[in-house]
């Protein structure tokens, strides 16, 4: 099959007010399915009991400083924090899956050192009652192309925020981007292109 180039996805924007459409687009929609293969899936191999209307945020990637996984992992102590101290009342809320992988080189000890911070943050999170039904942290063990291909799809929260001017290129912020998730991200790589084609309005930008 040859494939087919992504600005002829530009041919639906004719169509896409079109009641008809949208029902026939909703009648395809396989995201529930897919949250329910990455429900088991994560059971299976955490133990972590995900809810599937949680906010599904994702970061998986090589794990490296500048691809900055301690950054994402400050933001979750900060959530764990918020309510901890009794939350903050004009503030919305989002209950969330936070769902981090990728793998370490193996001399990289600072990578190394990164994978076990996420574990330890993880063991407090999720065994913490206070957090039941609010958020939860899994790092993926074993991380390879078959977990990507079930995390995907059900993905909402395309996690992107690599140091700027360090991002080669990018390839997983495409697929994520192709199944529907919003990308948060610096203005690097493939994040440039993903803003100019699908719009800032599906782009959230992220530091420099």
Known sequence: MSAIPL?????FEAVAT??????????????PAAVSSQIRMLEERSGVVCDPNWLFDV????????????????????????????????VPWTNRAVIIGGKAAPGYVMAKNII???NNVARVINSDPAMAGRVRLIFYPDYNVSAMEKICPAAE??????????????????????????????????????????GADNCFLFGH
């Open 7 to 11: 600005n002829a996805l530009r041919t």
């Open 18 to 31: 079109r009641l008809s459409f949208a029902r026939g687009a909703e009648a395809l929609n396989v995201t």
């Open 59 to 90: 970061q998986v990637k090589r794990i490296h400083e500048y691809k900055r996984q301690l950054l994402n992992i400050l933001h979750v102590i900060h959530l764990y924090n918020r309510i901890k101290q009794g939350g903050e009342p004009d």
């Open 116 to 118: 076990k911070c996420i």
């Open 157 to 198: 929260l395309s996690e992107q925020i690599s140091t700027a001017g360090k991002e080669a290129s990018g390839t997983g912020n495409m697929k994520f981007m192709m199944n529907g998730a919003i990308t948060i991200g610096t203005l690097d790589g493939a994040n440039v292109e993903i803003r100019e084609a699908v």
